[in-house]
């Protein structure tokens, strides 16, 4: 079975852009002028329009039709996996404790709020080379269990009891030096440089419901970012 014709406008759209047919400020065919050169119908050739607009590569004017976008190559998708499956992880600690004034403002929390932490270190060869700590608000009489979070993702321990389309993530990179704490659990000198990442888990409403911090040490790899647009499509 073929693939859809709207899927092969599309590509072929896709190509004229990438090749410079089309370039950004340019006007796209129009539905009709799309319908007649591929023979096809204003639905299929709106759904194809549609394909392209999602991917960012045009955008509708109202009451003037489709224009090429302009690349935003300074812009980047950053790709970040928090369970690498090259190393192995535990679970060190899964406590609540009174949070330090940096959880506290990261999750708004009222005073005298407790948290639970969640501590994992990640292991490469038997040797410590990240460690994370996650903070939930505490919710007397709604404890986590160890054996319920070992394997799971941030997000999906927050969002345990909610639909999983009601949170986003926020991330942001900086680094930091090794504390005395974090220099034994990393096996690591203290003021050792580490890179760290501090993610804010959001629900629907806008309530930050979790906030996490991931020391890594060189040996645990390298975050990844993309710029720029790929052609999907099918070539020929």
């Known amino acids: 079975m073929g693939e859809p014709v709207y899927f092969k406008i599309a590509n072929e759209l896709r190509k004229g852009i990438f090749e410079g047919k089309f370039n950004p400020g340019d006007l796209m065919p129009s539905e009709n002028e799309l319908a007649s050169s591929f023979n096809s119908s204003r639905v299929t050739t709106r759904k194809s329009l549609g394909i392209l607009e999602n991917e960012g590569l045009i955008a509708a004017w109202h009451g003037k ?13 950053m790709y970040f996996e928090e369970h690498n499956p090259a190393f192995k992880s535990k679970i060190q ?4 404790v009174k949070p330090t004034d940096e959880v506290k403002n990261a999750l708004s929390l009222k005073e005298g709020q407790k948290v639970v932490l969640i501590r994992r270190i990640v292991l490469n060869d038997d040797i410590p080379v990240a460690c ?13 269990v160890e054996t319920e979070i070992q394997y799971a993702d941030f997000p999906e321990i927050v969002a345990a009891k909610s639909s999983p389309f009601a949170i986003q993530t926020d991330m942001e990179i900086g680094f930091e030096v090794a504390s005395a704490n974090l220099s034994v659990a990393l096996s690591c000198r203290q003021e050792e440089p580490l890179l760290v990442t501090y993610r804010y888990i959001i629900n629907h409403y806008g309530i930050k419901v979790g906030f996490e911090k991931m020391y890594m040490r060189k040996a645990y790899g390298r975050l990844r970012a993309h710029s ?3 052609f999907v499509g099918k070539r020929k």
Not at 93 to 96: D, L
């Open 132 to 144: 994370d700590e996650k903070y939930i608000p505490y919710n007397r009489g709604d404890p986590l």
């Open 93 to 96: 600690k899964v406590t609540v």
């Open 65 to 77: 039709g489709y224009f090429v976008q302009t690349p935003e190559h300074n812009k980047y998708t």
């Open 228 to 230: 720029g647009y790929s």
